[in-house]
């Protein structure tokens, strides 16, 4: 396949992972804000719950002077307000990177599936492949591996809340152990609109399944099946790396393999070779070290041609259904997302039209509001039509009913 014929995917997939960037920048400040505004809350409750413990309870007693009565009902507020403030804070990153993940949960209608094939808990190896995945791979699919002690769901992600939506839409799914638990998995696979969230909210891009030893090579029967790119290090022929080149062989998938090896390994190219049969070419074999890839280009423009190979077995293309609406719904969707924000909450003062403006005789104007509220009706319809060819605009179809609802709920209280 020509360079020529593979620029608009390579281009694609650079914006794709510039706008991964710019998600996980917000995440990362708005986890900042959250952390410190956690411990600025726990010292201010270490230092001051003795006395307040003792105030409450003169309170409950009706015991407590007047003079502190005040004092008492604006220590109660501080509480309420810190339950709000937390529940913003706990939504903020959803809210604030929704413009900029919108594109790729709507228009990435079908992320091929690559797998990820490495020796288990071999942390020096761990590190220079995730960050291959993270920096060439991941801008092209969705990325799955069996889960180990060095690639795995952290405990953070498990417990949504601590760490709000960067915990709450991650990918965290159960372990694997049953036949029927795999079933479940190809389900949770074929949510495109969730699993890209979950790829922008994710750092390393990469999602970890875990399986326990009964399990794990049904697991990677499972996924290899509909991957458009297999990738395997060869560093190390552990039992389990022989079985994987073995299951790969059965299955006639070699030409969708892109074989990894560490540079500072060359001895292991020759077992390599022995035990392939035959000598990888160029395409094929690429090599990463701590940094990531050896040489990144050349193992970018291998991956999106083994994609746009796999694309051309498809029937009928996911990726194209109903995309001219989709992205008129899009661009609908992110123009009016800020100004509908501001109808539900008019305290915002974002000087954009909101229930509460007067016109220059003094009198409350709504007709600002009202077009915003009828561009949010358009762009509702819009995002429901694309979803009958694009399942994944029926997100931004359900974001935008509560954004009409929170417009509503601001018309009722403003």
Known sequence: MTS?????????????????????????????????????????????????????????????????????????????????????????????ALPVAAPIVALWQAPPRFLFLRPFNRRPLTRGLSRLVHREAARFGHTYTLADADLRVRWYVRVPLLLGQIALLSFRRRTIRRTRQLERLERALG?????????????????????????????????????????????????????????????????????????????????????????????????YGNRGATRPTPLRSAIAERVQRFRATEPDPAHRRGRGLSIAGLLMFVAGCVPMLALAFPNLQLGLPSWDDYDASGYIDHTPALIVAAFGLITLAASGAATIRNRNMGFLAAVQVLLMLGAFWGLLTF
Request: charged share 25%.
């Open 191 to 287: 949510r495109t609109w969730l699993r890209n969230i979950n790829w922008c909210l994710s750092w390393k891009k990469v999602f970890a399944v875990a399986s326990d030893d009964a399990c794990w090579q049904q697991v990677v029967e499972r996924l290899l099946r509909d991957s458009a790119v297999v990738f395997i290090d060869l560093t190390e022929f552990r039992p389990n790396v022989r079985w994987e080149l073995e299951l790969i062989r059965r299955s006639g998938l070699e030409p969708r393999v892109v074989y990894l090896l560490r540079e500072d390994r060359t001895d292991a190219l020759d077992a390599m070779r022995e035990q392939l049969g035959y000598a990888p070419d160029a395409d094929q074999l690429h090599f």
């Open 4 to 96: 020529g014929a593979l620029d608009p995917a390579l281009r694609v997939a650079r914006w794709r992972h510039a706008n991964a960037r710019a998600v996980s920048l917000i995440v990362a400040g708005v986890l900042l804000l959250f952390l410190i505004y956690t411990a600025e809350t726990i010292r201010f409750i270490v230092q001051n719950l003795a006395a307040n413990l003792r105030m409450f309870s003169d309170w409950n007693r009706d015991a407590l002077p007047w003079q502190q009565y005040l004092y008492a009902v604006q220590v109660r507020n501080w509480m309420a307000d810190g339950v709000l403030v937390y529940l913003g804070i706990y939504v903020l990153p959803f809210i604030i």
